[in-house]
């Protein structure tokens, strides 16, 4: 577990149950049936929180909005009360990114607590500055013996399910923001473009659950304004923007950022889309995510614009960040002997070969935004995902899955755990040759958690070809379950900084730990 202040001062970041935590909170009215209006007189306003992001032992990004055309200024230190604060001049924000913007920080200390407050300054007048708004984050700590704690969950505002002021929001976000991790790993649909949010939804035993709602998610999701929308939507709710405050991010995108089951190429045959290319679709969208979340190689100034990436969590953990939508070829039964792009593209594979080989880390994550073994079905004869439902010999885009773990297998790489959401409820499935029709490889364990606030679908069926074996799974037993009849699901990793067990914790909102696997170091296997 990562250590903070000593043990008789409060919790490393007690103080955001207090003043940072009501300056996020009061930044929006309460939640109503729609959206705030925002004001278009007097100061600049942050009213949509502040959020951190790809935080590693010196550097990170911070992220704001702003309601009209503004310089954004960040501020760090070591203490609340901002002693000898260090300064950051950030972006000039303005209606090209949607008045949004990131800051990023260098030159951080590693292992410490950093305040931050962003304050939004009249570009024609430096002077007249908007009220500050404040957060924090720890750094990646470079001592081994400080442990790392993080979350990670998918599926936010899907199949109709959105912001319900009857129930107090998304409070999911307050309970894992009440376990106090290092950072979050949100693993893709982080909104649903294609899923309209309606006023009202019947649940089957009469109860109605009530949405807010917004122009934006009244129709699927076209226009750049429109992703933007879908984006903003989730900060109306104060859990979520408190989370932000307190709980940095690591963020990575899945389908329904721009459409159910997309990919490159892709012509709609869906009445509700006027624009029927995908790919003008995914490139307004990729562009109002990039606004939206603090991503460092999707940030002003960074060359690369791709979603992959490595962020480092100090030398007990490296998070590996996939993108399997971009590069993906289409969806189809899956049956090719040969299938070079595979779900990764060449490119991505060859890096994450490579950089899996680099890494030192004591674990390495594969944060992936599909499950490898479950049969994701898309239509009656196409597939989703990797597996395709013959549990024999690779093929498709198995092939490709199939040269990544012979990979790690043969370069002798130690500490591999796959993480993901998509499936719409949580589970653990551990693969092993022995069971496999593909043989060539390590044992490995993949656990799949979420949705966060989405319907809940029903288990879906293993492909045998890598030997997955399910211990847990808890799943409802019909399509689409509210967030009222089954509560969210997240999950938990704790790695100790004593014996490098990493424990994977399956956890549901107001139930308390479901599943619990501890991994032992320094395996090839597990």
């Not at 043990?7 to 909170?25: Q, T």
């Not at 304004?225 to 709710?237: I, K, M, Q, S």
Request: with cysteine; net charge neutral.
């Amino acid at each position: 577990m990562s250590q903070g202040l000593p043990s008789n001062s409060p919790g490393r970041r007690a103080v955001l149950r207090g003043s940072v935590a009501a300056s996020a909170a009061l930044a929006l009215p309460a939640l109503s049936g729609a959206a705030p209006a925002l004001s278009l007189s007097g100061r600049p306003r942050a009213a949509w929180g502040v959020q951190a992001g790809d935080i590693g032992a010196h550097s990170g990004l911070v992220w704001v909005r702003s309601d009209r055309p503004a310089r954004m200024i960040v501020e760090t230190s070591a203490t609340e009360s901002f002693r000898n604060p260090t300064r950051w001049h950030g972006p000039l924000l303005g209606p090209g990114t949607d008045f949004t913007g990131t800051t990023r920080l260098r030159g951080l200390p590693p292992g410490e607590q950093v305040h931050y407050r962003v304050c939004l300054a009249d570009p024609d007048d430096p002077r007249r500055t908007g009220e500050a708004v404040t957060g924090t984050f720890r750094t990646a700590s470079a001592r081994r013996s400080d442990g790392v704690r993080f979350l990670w969950s998918g599926d936010i505002a899907g199949q109709g399910w959105g912001i319900n002021p009857e129930r107090g929001g998304y409070r999911v976000f307050e309970e894992m923001r009440r376990l106090d991790p290092d950072f979050f790993l949100c693993s893709g649909d982080t909104v649903y473009a294609d899923g309209p949010i309606q006023s009202s939804v019947t649940l089957p035993d009469g109860r109605v659950w009530r949405n807010v709602t917004t122009e934006e998610k009244a129709k699927v999701a076209e226009t750049l304004a429109e992703f933007r929308g879908n984006f903003r939507y989730n900060l109306l709710d104060e859990n979520l923007r408190r989370f932000n405050a307190q709980v940095p991010s690591i963020v990575q995108w899945d389908d329904h950022e721009v459409r159910n089951n997309w990919y490159p190429g892709q012509i709609l045959d869906d009445g509700r889309y006027t624009e029927k290319d995908v790919d003008v679709l995914a490139a307004r969208s990729l562009r109002a995510f990039g606004e939206y979340f603090p991503v460092s190689s999707l940030a002003s100034g960074d060359r690369e614009g791709r979603m992959y990436r490595v962020v480092r969590q100090g030398p007990l953990l490296d998070v590996f960040v996939l993108d399997m939508r971009t590069y993906r070829n289409a969806n189809s039964p899956g049956r090719q002997v040969e299938d070079p792009v595979g779900i990764l593209g060449a490119e991505q594979l060859d890096w994450l070969k490579r950089e899996l080989s680099r890494s030192r880390a004591v674990w390495k994550v594969i944060a992936s935004d599909m499950p490898l073994g479950l049969v994701v079905p898309d239509g009656k004869e196409n597939f989703e995902a990797v597996a395709q439902g013959d549990p024999g010999a690779p093929l498709g885009r198995e092939l490709q899955i199939a040269e990544l773990l012979r990979h790690i297998k043969h370069r002798r790489i130690t500490g591999t755990v796959w993480l993901t959401a998509d499936v719409h409820y949580t589970s653990a499935q551990h693969y092993a040759p022995e069971r496999a029709a593909f043989k060539d490889f390590a044992p490995f364990w993949e656990f799949v958690s979420g949705p966060l606030a989405a319907g809940g679908f029903p288990a879906l069926k293993l492909d045998g070809t890598f030997g997955p074996e399910q211990p847990f799974v808890k799943a409802p037993t019909r399509a689409n379950v509210s967030p009222a009849e089954v509560p969210p699901y997240f999950g938990e990793v704790e790695i100790d900084g004593g014996s490098g067990e990493l424990t994977v914790r399956l956890r549901q909102e107001g139930g308390g730990v479901l599943f619990t696997k501890v991994l032992q170091p320094g395996r090839v296997g597990q």
